[in-house]
């Protein structure tokens, strides 16, 4: 993350989601609700992060959908190339030792299913 647009999340001990996401991204801001809720219903277990390879400029401009998870950005692209990421949105779940357990589009991780991931791969 080159700079936070929230205050940097404490990942100690959570699961990490990090949506890869931009703001001119109209299937990017439909994922906003889900990622809401996943962060509401799992806050104690789990820490979401967006991910833009925007401007902070250009991020701020976004008011609508409210994003009520971590923001941050990455202007270079690194998480991007690393991940090989081909089209966006695209989120990864790493558990509380960095082992990833989901990559794919966010929706397809309901409650139920993320639920089973926590509960199966918590320490």
Known sequence: ??????????????FVLVEIWQTTCEPCRGEVSHLNDLQAK???RLVV????????EEMRK???????????TDTQARTMQ???????????????????????????????????LLDRYAN
């Open 1 to 14: 993350v080159d700079q936070w647009l929230t205050p940097a999340p404490n990942v100690n001990g959570k």
């Open 62 to 72: 976004l008011t609508s959908p409210r994003l009520n998870y971590y923001v941050g």
């Open 82 to 116: 690393a991940l090989e990421v081909q089209g966006i949105p695209h989120a990864i779940l790493m558990d509380t030792n960095g082992m990833v357990r989901f990559e794919g589009v966010s929706s397809y991780l309901d409650e139920k299913g993320l639920q089973h």
């Open 42 to 44: 799992f806050k104690d």
């Open 49 to 56: 992060i967006g991910l833009s390879n925007e401007p902070v």
